[in-house]
C-alpha cells in the first residue's frame, strides 16, 4: 500500500509539473557536471606534473597543502590574479571571445556522454540502457542531454572548437599566434576526419548513434577486442585532437613561441588551459564510452550498479596512458604529423570502415 | 518550447543580419556561423536531432572553417558602403524577394488551418510516427536512396565534379618537380 502510494505521488508530479520537474534535473546535472569536469581539469595539471615528475625521477609539486594536494587552487588563484597583458592592435571583440568560446566548446562537449545506465525511477520495466523501457515512470539518463545522435553532437562540438583557436590566433595581430593558429587548427581538421572514420566501427556494430546503445551493445564483450584498430586510430587521432604530444605542434614551444596562445595571458590563457585538459577528460570518455563498455564492470563477477565508478576508472586510465605516452615520445615535424594523419590514419580507417561493414552485413 | 524558437530564431536573423551588414569579412562570416548554429537549434526544437548535427558539422563547422581560413589569411580591407540604387543591389533584392516568395509557397502547399487557428500539413516521409518507428537516420537514409536516390547522385556527382577541378587549379599552377 506504502509503494502505491508512493507511484501516485510522483506520477502527480509527472503529469502536472512535468516540465519544470525536467528542468530542475537538467540544472542539477549541469551544475554537477560543470563542478565533476572543471575540478578533474584541475586536478588533471597536478597529475600531469605528479606524472612527469615520477617519469623523470623527481618528486613534483609539493609545497602547497600535503603532498602538492592544494596545487591546483594556487595555480588557479595564480592565473587569475595575473595581468591580463595584450597587445597593441588585436581584435578586441575577438580576442576577448575566443578564450571563452574554448572553455565552452570543451565543456559542452562531455554533454551526450552517459556515465551510468538509464535509471527507471518508478515505472514498469527496471533499470535497462534504452528509455523506451521505462513505460509510466521516469527514465533517468545519466548524460546531460539524451540526443539519439549523441556521438554526432559531439564531433558537431569539436568542430565549432577549431575557431575558437583560430580566432584567437588571428585576433591576437601577432605572427607567432597567427602561425600557431594555422598549424594547429590544419592539424585539428585533419584530425577531425581521422576521428570520424575511427567512430563509425563500434557505430556500425551497434546499430546506433545513440552513446547509450553502444554502450548496451558491448554487453558481454567490449569493442575494443573486436575493433582493436579503431581503437588505436581513435587514441592516436584523440591525442592529436587535445594538441598533445607527440603531436603538440600548435604549441612547439622552442619554434613558435607558445602558438595560438602566445599573447593570451593570465585568466585568457588559463580559458585555454581549462579546455585543452578539459578536452582529455572528453577523448578519454568517448573512448571508455564506444571501446571499453562505458559504465560496464570490467569482470562479470564485479558489480553493475558501480556504473560511474568503473566510468571513472576506465577513463582515468586512459588518461594515465596519454600522461605517459607525452613523456615517451618525442614531437613529431609538422609535414609528417600531416602525412601520418592522411596517408596512414585515414586510410586505415577507411579499410576498418569498409571491413566491419562486410562483416555487419554478412552476420 | 515557443521562447525557445523565438530565441533561436532571433538569434538566426541577427545573425543573418550580421552578414549583410558587418564591414569587416571576417565577422560577416562569423555572423553566418551564428546563423547556421541556431537553425541547428531550429531542428533541435523540431525533433530532428540528426539534421541539426549535420548541419553543424558539414556547415558550421567544414565548410565555415574553409571560409574563414581563406577570408584571414587573405585580409580583405572593409567592404566599401554600397550606393543603394547599384546594378547589384536591385539584381540582389530581387533575388530575394523570388527566393522568399518560392519559399513561402513550398512551405504553404498543402497546410490548412483549422478553425481553432491550428495549423495541419501534409504527412511526409519524416512525419514523427514514422521517424519514432524506424529511427532518425535510418529514415532518412532510406528517403536518400529510394526516393531521392537520382538528387542524391546528381549532387554527389557536383561535388565529385568541383574536386576535380579544385585539384587540376591547384596542380596546373606548379610546374612539375
Same mark, same amino acid.
Request: aromatic fraction near 10%; charge should be positive.
Given at each position: ?363 | ?5 523565438? %530565441?533561436?530564431? @532571433?538569434? #538566426? ?5 550580421? $552578414? /549583410?551588414?558587418? &564591414?569587416? =569579412? +571576417? ?61 547589384? %543591389?536591385?539584381? @540582389?533584392? #530581387? ?5 522568399? $516568395? /518560392?519559399?513561402? &509557397?513550398? =512551405? +504553404? ?69
Amino acid at each position: 500500500m506504502a509503494g502505491d502510494g508512493r507511484r501516485g505521488v510522483i506520477l502527480a508530479i509527472g503529469s502536472g509539473i512535468n516540465v519544470p520537474l525536467t528542468l530542475l534535473i537538467a540544472l542539477v546535472k549541469g551544475v554537477l557536471l560543470l563542478v565533476v569536469l572543471l575540478t578533474t581539469a584541475a586536478y588533471l595539471v597536478l597529475a600531469e606534473r605528479k606524472v612527469s615528475a615520477r617519469i623523470q625521477l623527481r618528486i613534483g609539486p609539493n609545497r602547497v597543502g600535503p603532498g602538492g594536494f592544494l596545487q591546483p587552487a594556487a595555480d588557479a588563484v595564480k592565473l587569475i590574479f595575473k595581468e591580463a597583458a595584450a597587445p597593441e592592435g588585436r581584435d578586441r571583440l575577438l580576442f576577448e571571445l575566443a578564450p571563452g568560446l574554448a572553455a565552452a566548446m570543451a565543456l559542452f562537449a562531455f554533454a551526450t556522454i552517459p556515465i551510468n545506465q538509464t535509471i527507471c525511477i518508478n515505472g514498469r520495466g527496471g533499470a535497462g540502457p534504452l528509455s523506451a523501457a521505462c513505460p509510466g515512470g521516469l527514465a533517468l539518463h545519466w548524460d546531460l542531454a539524451h540526443l539519439n545522435i549523441g556521438l554526432l553532437f559531439i564531433l558537431a562540438i569539436t568542430s565549432i572548437g577549431v575557431y575558437a583557436i583560430f580566432i584567437g590566433g588571428w585576433a591576437s595581430n601577432s605572427k607567432y599566434a597567427l602561425l600557431g593558429a594555422l598549424r594547429s587548427s590544419a592539424q585539428l581538421i585533419s584530425y577531425e576526419m581521422a576521428v570520424s572514420f575511427a567512430v563509425i566501427g563500434p557505430v556500425l556494430l551497434s546499430g546506433s548513434l545513440d552513446l547509450e546503445r553502444v554502450v548496451g551493445a558491448q554487453h558481454g564483450l567490449w569493442f575494443v577486442f573486436l575493433q582493436p584498430l579503431a581503437f588505436l586510430l581513435y587514441l592516436t587521432a584523440g591525442l592529436a585532437e587535445t594538441n598533445r604530444l607527440p603531436f603538440d605542434l600548435p604549441e612547439a614551444e622552442g619554434e613558435l613561441g607558445a602558438g595560438y596562445h602566445t599573447e593570451m595571458a593570465g585568466m585568457r590563457f588559463g580559458m585555454y588551459f581549462v579546455g585543452e585538459y578539459v578536452n582529455m577528460v572528453t577523448v578519454a570518455a568517448i573512448a571508455t564510452t564506444l571501446f571499453l563498455g562505458g559504465w560496464m564492470a570490467p569482470l562479470f563477477f564485479l558489480p553493475n550498479w558501480l556504473g560511474p565508478i568503473w566510468f571513472a576508472a576506465k577513463v582515468g586510465l586512459l588518461i594515465f596512458v596519454m600522461l605517459w605516452i607525452r613523456w615517451t615520445y618525442p614531437r613529431l615535424r609538422y609535414d609528417r604529423l600531416m602525412q601520418f594523419g592522411w596517408k596512414v590514419l585515414l586510410p586505415l580507417g577507411l579499410a576498418n570502415i569498409v571491413v566491419t561493414a562486410v562483416f555487419v552485413a554478412l552476420r | 518550447m515557443t521562447a525557445l524558437f523565438g %530565441v533561436a530564431a @532571433g538569434i #538566426a536573423f541577427l545573425g543573418a543580419l550580421g $552578414v /549583410v551588414l558587418a &564591414r569587416r =569579412t +571576417l565577422y560577416s562570416a562569423l555572423s553566418l556561423i551564428v546563423n547556421m548554429m541556431a537553425l541547428a537549434v531550429l531542428f533541435l526544437l523540431l525533433d530532428a536531432q540528426f539534421l541539426a548535427a549535420v548541419q553543424v558539422i558539414v556547415y558550421a563547422g567544414a565548410v565555415m572553417v574553409l571560409f574563414v581560413f581563406i577570408i584571414a589569411l587573405l585580409s580583405p580591407g572593409a567592404q566599401e558602403r554600397l550606393r543603394p540604387l547599384e546594378l547589384r %543591389v536591385v539584381v @540582389g533584392a #530581387a533575388a530575394a524577394v523570388l527566393f522568399t $516568395v /518560392v519559399v513561402v &509557397r513550398l =512551405t +504553404l502547399n498543402g497546410i490548412t488551418v483549422t478553425a481553432s487557428g491550428h495549423f495541419h500539413g501534409v504527412i511526409g516521409p519524416f512525419a514523427p510516427a514514422l521517424v519514432d518507428r524506424h529511427g532518425q537516420v535510418q529514415t532518412l537514409g532510406e528517403q536518400l536512396f529510394t526516393t531521392y536516390l537520382l538528387p542524391f547522385e546528381i549532387t554527389s556527382l557536383l561535388l565529385l565534379v568541383a574536386a576535380v577541378g579544385a585539384v587540376h587549379l591547384a596542380r596546373s599552377r606548379r610546374p612539375e618537380p
